[in-house]
């Protein structure tokens, strides 16, 4: 059952969830808790951008 709620949890906030709404969704009560579920998409938009930004030949 672990798993099937990690799954659904980083997929409601890849899909935009709050991250309030889903911290009272799983019951967690420390934000930091359902912060985990965030950083693997905001490394992959970084990654992203910063790879767009590379292809046109433009840096940070």
């Known amino acids: ?11 409601l906030a890849d899909e935009g969830m709050r991250e309030e709404l889903l911290q009272q969704f799983l019951g967690h009560e420390a934000p930091q808790t359902t912060q985990r579920y ?6 992959r938009v970084k990654e992203a951008f910063e ?9 940070r």
């Open 38 to 43: 965030y950083e693997p998409k905001r490394t």
């Open 51 to 59: 790879e767009v930004m590379n292809a046109t030949g433009r840096s």
């Open 1 to 11: 059952m672990p798993l099937l709620q990690h799954t659904v949890a980083e997929q």
